[in-house]
């Protein structure tokens, strides 16, 4: 199929490109970005016309910090859920972190993910950064690069060994990938299970200090100063965290940061219903977090918002606060959360926030997407920012509930999800004959 998009806002942050226009998609890759495309339907065969009056016309969103839970976890989520999620989302592409059963520590693993046919998004593989994830031996990084990694993590393994840190950056420069960091002082955060506060007390529960976040975000930007070695820091939730993250951005240092929807629209006050879906590491923190943070976001000093979507069982999230694992989902909320929370108050500009979740996300993974470029892949996700919708997990394309927003109403919501020129997702549906 062919496409051609009329009268919507095309918005394309890397070019700067915002304007009412029409963009032509023929065999896949973006033919035409014009103001005026004269319709060409007698000329090209199989030709859809869209009409995106109202609507707005961006490059296909990406998520930099997704778990698919495959290998090993499929009760949870698949390739197949996960990526229906996605493009329910308005996610053209995600990167899956490598802390499943077994971790994705070698080559196999990574083409595993990659010629599964059963993913409707692109889904790009996140490697681990020790064998194992025990940090005891690095991971062969040139041979994961050419099996087809973009970065490399700790994610739900944080890095307690220094000197083992320290070559993970080292390895990080020498290679020029990323090295995602999951910053947690698992010393100071052992057994807790909230943030420590006023509501931890109140309700009996461990909490978890902000400083077990601060000092390995500290430490980390410490090592990326030493090496060279690019660090980006995930789910970025603390006020300490931000200042650290924008001195160190000022010296020079390699570092981006990202941040997530709920550390932004939540804050350690809902944990008081005791919903186990309100539970997450890093944990939901205070007011003036959530402050600096949208702060942190508005300056430049976050660069990325990305969902951290973790799916668990029913089951699992079933049991009490001590026992429930930490996680919730995120790929079919987090853009209606950005426009509500922070486009439709003001906090960002529109272009603002799909830079963070396009754009940016791209340049740090290193991906040729994220951008509108005729003859460059169709990748393309058509927003109503207009659109009011009532989050309703029983409808999600997750396999997964575990989602403290039920119930919550966003106002702006993706439309359409075009990838590769493909009609993957259309008013909320997901296609049935997208494979």
Request: hydrophobic fraction near 40%; glycine fraction near 10%.
């Amino acid at each position: 199929m062919n496409i051609l998009i009329k009268n919507g806002r095309v918005i394309d942050t890397n070019s700067g490109l915002d304007k009412i226009a029409d963009v032509l998609i023929i065999d896949g890759k973006i033919k035409e970005i014009d103001e005026k495309i004269q319709n060409p339907k007698s000329k090209i065969q199989n030709l859809k016309i869209i009409d995106a009056r109202g609507k707005i016309v961006i490059p296909g969103l990406i998520d930099i910090h997704t778990h698919l839970r495959t290998p090993g976890q499929e009760e949870k989520e698949t390739i197949a859920t996960g990526t229906r999620a996605a493009a329910a989302g308005g996610f053209t592409t995600i990167a899956c972190m490598p802390n499943t059963n077994p971790p994705v520590d070698n080559p196999s693993l990574v083409r595993y993910i990659l010629d599964n046919p059963e993913g409707v998004v692109s889904v790009v593989p996140i490697g681990a950064v020790s064998i194992g994830m025990r940090h005891e031996e690095p991971v062969d990084v040139e041979g994961l690069i050419n099996a087809g990694i973009v970065a490399i993590s700790d994610d739900g393994y944080p890095i307690m060994n220094l000197k083992f840190a320290q070559r993970i950056l080292e390895l990080a420069k020498e290679f020029g990938i990323p090295f995602i960091s999951h910053c947690e002082d698992t010393t100071l955060s052992n057994g807790g299970v909230m943030n420590e506060g006023y509501y931890a007390t109140a309700l009996k529960l461990p909490g978890i200090l902000k400083t077990a976040e601060e000092v390995m975000v500290a430490r980390n930007l410490e090592l990326a100063e030493i090496t060279g070695g690019r660090l980006h820091i995930a789910h970025i939730s603390t006020k300490r965290s931000v200042e650290l993250i924008r001195k160190a951005k000022k010296k020079g240092v390699r570092v981006t940061g990202e941040v997530c929807p709920h550390h932004f629209s939540l804050t350690d006050e809902a944990v008081k219903i005791q919903d186990t879906n309100t539970k997450m590491n890093p944990p939901l923190r205070s007011q003036e977090d959530v402050e600096t943070i949208k702060q942190g976001l508005t300056d430049g000093t976050i660069d990325v918002i990305a969902s951290d979507h973790a799916p668990h069982t029913p089951f699992e999230k079933a049991t009490d606060w001590i026992k429930a694992p930490f996680g919730i989902i995120g790929l079919e909320t987090s853009l209606g959360l950005v426009l509500t929370e922070l486009v439709h108050t003001g906090i960002l500009s529109l272009g603002e926030a799909i830079a963070k979740m396009t754009i940016n996300p791209a340049k740090v993974l290193g991906l040729e997407a994220g951008t509108l470029t005729v003859g460059g892949k169709a990748d393309i996700t058509i927003i109503d920012p207009e659109k009011e919708w009532v989050v309703d997990v029983n409808k999600f394309e997750s396999k997964a509930r575990n989602c403290p927003f039920d119930g919550w109403k966003l106002q702006g919501k993706a439309v359409m999800t075009i990838v590769g020129g493909k009609i993957i997702m259309e008013d909320g549906k997901i296609l049935s004959d997208v494979r």
